[in-house]
């Protein structure tokens, strides 16, 4: 979590987004800057509101005052960035179950689908939502492949040119395929991802999120 309310702005951390790559480029500005403890780091919207939102109304920020804002990344994307960051050797010794060195996308993202342990628990579609019902919370929504616009909108927002410090790429070579069986389940399971991706594509990069929008 990234609090940047004197530009009128917050930017929730959403992982495998870039979220290093913003922590570094705008811990200069920032007022509040949450960048080790993934909880904290990777604060999600429900979260933030509950118990963030006092601390910058404390300091004379109102909610009104600012947008909360987040990247977003195509779902097939994001689980593929998990499962090449899991294939890190540190991960190999460890008796979690989340080294993915030897296992394939396909199982990995079925494991994903079926909540197996060691998977992937979290959802982007939960990351930006206020409530069991899946209510949107954020102000605004931003494709993260779609770089130019979220990189020029920060750039207004701070007034100055922004130059993006890129940290944290995965180096895998190893090749991500889905079954036609697997890719199904998976769009059945993340619907409310896709409406949300869908609804950012139609924007262009940038949506600007209905209150109360709940994705179906």
């Not at 396909?106 to 409530?131: E, K, M, N, S």
């Not at 991706?197 to 600007?208: K, P, T």
């Amino acid at each position: 979590m990234i609090a940047l309310p004197a530009h009128g702005f917050v930017m929730l951390s959403m992982p495998k987004c870039a979220s290093t790559t913003l922590v570094t480029t705008l811990k200069g500005h920032a007022e509040i800057l949450m960048r080790v403890n993934p909880r904290l780091k990777h604060m999600n919207c429900r979260t933030f509101t509950n118990r963030m939102v006092p601390v910058l109304q404390g300091a004379g920020y109102e909610r009104s005052d600012y947008e909360l804002v987040t990247l977003f990344r195509e779902p097939v994307s994001w689980l593929e960035s998990w499962w090449r960051y899991r294939q890190r050797p540190a991960l190999q010794d460890k008796a979690d179950g989340k080294w993915t060195g030897e296992t394939s996308f396909d199982d990995f993202v079925a494991a994903h689908i079926d909540g197996a342990p060691g998977g992937i628990t979290g959802r982007q579609a939960r990351f930006v939502a206020l409530d069991d019902d899946l209510t949107i919370g954020v102000d605004r929504i931003f494709a993260l492949e779609a770089a130019d616009v979220w990189q020029s909108w920060i750039a207004q927002q701070l007034g100055q040119q922004v130059d993006l410090v890129t940290k944290n790429w995965s180096t895998s070579t190893a090749t991500a395929a889905l079954s036609d069986t697997t890719r199904t389940r998976l769009l059945e399971h993340y619907a409310p991802e896709y409406d949300i991706y869908d609804q950012l594509r139609a924007a262009g990069g940038s949506w600007s999120v209905p209150s109360g929008y709940r994705p179906s």
